[in-house]
Structures are given as C-alpha cells and as structure tokens.
T-cell receptor, first 117, second 114 residues
Framework: GAVVSQHPSRVICKSGTSVKIECRSL??????MFWYRQFPKQSLMLMAT?????????EQGVEKDKFLINHASLTLSTLTVTSAHPEDSSFYIC?????????????FGPGTRLTVL | AQSVAQPEDQVKVAEGNPLTVKCTYS??????LFWYVQYPNRGLQFLLK??????LVKGSYGFEAEFNKSQTSFHLKKPSALVSDSALYFC????????????FGSGTKLNVKP
C-alpha cells in the first residue's frame, strides 16, 4: 500500500511554455501533498505544502506565480511550471501523507525529470 | 529549528562488510527521525523511522538505525553490505510543530564494491 505515482516521468519543453506535473496517491487519501525540487547530487528542497481543498503554502524563495500548485482532491495534486526557463530544469518529486501514514511518514513519487530547452 | 546533518558525502565499503551512514540531528522537542534511500532517477523509498520506544530500529532490506539521544545521532547501519545497496541515503527529521513537514539531510552516497 501507500503508492504515489507521478506523471510524466520525463518531460522536455521549450523555453516559455508551461508544464503540468501530476502526483497521485493510488491507494490512500492524501490529505497533504508536498512538492520538492532536487538538483543534481543535492538534497531535496521543499517547495510547497498543499492540503486538499486549500491554497498551498510555499517555502521562502519559491515563486507562487511560477510554480502553481493545485490539490483539488484527496488523491491528486498538480504542479504547473509556468513560462518555464532553462534554470527550471530539475528533478521534481512529490510526496503524500494522510490517514494511513498517521502523519508519521511521507510516501514519495518516482519523480519527474524536467528539461527546458 | 529542526535540522539534520549528514557529515559524509560518500561512504565506500566492500561487499560483505558492515556499513554505517552517519546522521546527527537538532530538534526542539521529541525527535521523529527517518531514513530514506534513493536510486538514480527515482523517488525516495522509506527505510525506517524512529518515533518512540527501542533505540534500535529495524527497517527494510536488512537496515537498522540506532537512536542515541545523548549524542543526538541516528546512524544507519547494516551488518553485511550488498552491491545493490549502492544508492543515495537521506536522513530526515519531522517538524515538531508542523508534523507534516520534513527536513532532509544533504544525502550520503553509498558505494559498495564487489
């Protein structure tokens, strides 16, 4: 149990376009989802926390208008990178927690590799 | 503020030898500590956690970790390393105030040689 999926796994886009990444909890209700960004050989940087049905809470330094997060249901959160630029190229990972996890752990998706040309 | 530190960027061991990946923490209140493993181009997989109880925590794939309150450490260990254990390991602490928020260490790359 506690499986989180991400789609797409890899995306290449042109500079200036927008990209949407989906994060789904497949077998549990995720009351909270997290979006992380990981640069090569570095740790995960928390970008934002989203609770189902409410606005996301962004970490300091993360542009809200750049990285749009929606958590419309207990099984789906989306991250949209708007007007993407090459510096947005990164590995984006989502995670989810919910009733099944007793708020003790997060379950991570496999990640999405974004390359902006 | 909550934080974890992983002092080693890389750990190299020979297959069959014991391994240790170090983690120290700084928290206000009771620590909730976790270890995750990441394989190339993949998300993080949960290994084990310490919430309360026995200081020695056993987890997935034969890994265990020892919680040491006096040394504020939570080192990851395995008695006999496998080549397939080669990966990136992250220690994490859960925010005591915001239970959903995790803070991750910088990661330690484990290299197990045949």
């Amino acid at each position: 149990g506690a499986v989180v999926s991400q789609h797409p796994s890899r995306v290449i886009c042109k500079s200036g376009t927008s990209v949407k990444i989906e994060c789904r909890s497949l077998d549990f209700q995720a009351t909270t989802m997290f979006w992380y960004r990981q640069f090569p050989k570095q740790s995960l940087m928390l970008m934002a926390t989203s609770n189902e049905g409410s606005k996301a809470t962004y970490e300091q330094g993360v542009e809200k208008d750049k990285f749009l997060i929606n958590h419309a249901s207990l099984t789906l959160s989306t991250l949209t990178v708007t007007s993407a630029h090459p510096e947005d190229s990164s590995f984006y990972i989502c995670s989810a927690s919910g009733f099944q996890s007793s708020y003790n752990e997060q379950f991570f998706g496999p990640g999405t590799r974004l390359t902006v040309l | 503020a909550q934080s974890v530190a992983q002092p080693e960027d890389q750990v190299k061991v020979a297959e069959g030898n014991p391994l240790t990946v170090k983690c120290t923490y700084s928290v206000s209140g009771n620590p909730y500590l976790f270890w995750y493993v990441q394989y190339p181009n993949r998300g993080l997989q949960f290994l084990l956690k310490y919430i309360t109880g026995d200081n020695l925590v056993k987890g997935s794939y034969g890994f265990e970790a020892e919680f040491n309150k006096s040394q504020t450490s939570f080192h990851l260990k395995k008695p006999s390393a496998l080549v397939s254990d080669s990966a990136l390991y992250f220690c994490a602490v859960r925010d005591g105030g915001n239970f959903n928020k995790f803070y991750f260490g910088s990661g330690t790359k484990l290299n197990v040689k045949p």
